[in-house]
């Protein structure tokens, strides 16, 4: 048998340590340097695992998910504040500058003008978003943004004068989107996640309407 084994077995114990006794004290060896040193051996090989057990790391945060997908057989059903708070958090995640809380702002107010007036909306991002810790806040932000353009938009205000769609662009370009003249324009923005489309900085949300009188 392994005399290397046994010594490591016993170690684990905590019986003997080096063959020695732990609940022995030979001629006052507990204050010895020697058994300073077989103690500290000791704690070494137990202190670890005692310290592992007592300090359990604690699990990641999961991601939190809101909203929910468009019903496809119901395109014009009223949408909650979660589900337009997922579409422009999904839109708008990675885009940031003094202006974003405005366009967000702008970006409910189409939605909201599409959706209540029973119009199918336009293509945009998905009403259901996984959020991380990490982007929690930006979440609540919108959330709170959006409840406050429901509230305007039920009192008669909208400020992009009945848009239909919004739009990102690269620059500050005033031209019509889908043949629809521009209604606002929020910018410059910086974008976190650049694309051949929309680089990492320079970047404008945009809303568009046919016409004023159109509901």
């Given amino acids: 048998m392994d005399r290397r084994a046994t010594t490591v077995s016993e170690h684990a114990t905590g019986s003997t340590l080096a063959g020695i006794p732990m609940d022995s004290n030979p001629q006052g060896m507990n204050s010895s340097p020697f ?121 008669g205000i909208n400020p992009t004068n009945r848009a239909t769609n919004f739009n990102y662009r690269e620059n500050n370009s005033a031209s019509p989107f889908l043949n629809m003249p521009l209604r606002t324009q929020i910018g410059p923005l910086s974008n976190s996640f650049p694309t051949n489309d929309l680089p990492a900085s320079g970047i404008y949300a945009n809303t568009y309407g046919r016409s004023s009188g159109n509901p």
Avoid: C, W
């Fill in 35 to 155: 058994m300073n040193a077989i103690l500290s051996v000791r704690s070494n090989l137990l202190g670890p695992q005692n310290i592992a057990a007592q300090r359990q790391t604690p699990p990641a945060p999961q991601p939190k998910i809101y909203g929910n997908p468009l019903d496809a057989s119901n395109l014009g059903r009223p949408l909650t504040d979660d589900q337009i708070a997922s579409i422009i958090f999904n839109e708008t995640r990675s885009l940031s500058g003094p202006g974003i809380n405005d366009a967000r702002y702008n970006n409910a107010m189409v939605i909201l003008h599409n959706n209540l007036n029973l119009r199918t909306l336009p293509k945009m991002a998905p009403a259901r978003a996984t959020v991380p810790s990490a982007e929690q806040a930006a979440y609540d932000s919108i959330l709170s943004t959006v409840r406050r353009a429901r509230t305007d938009f039920l009192n």
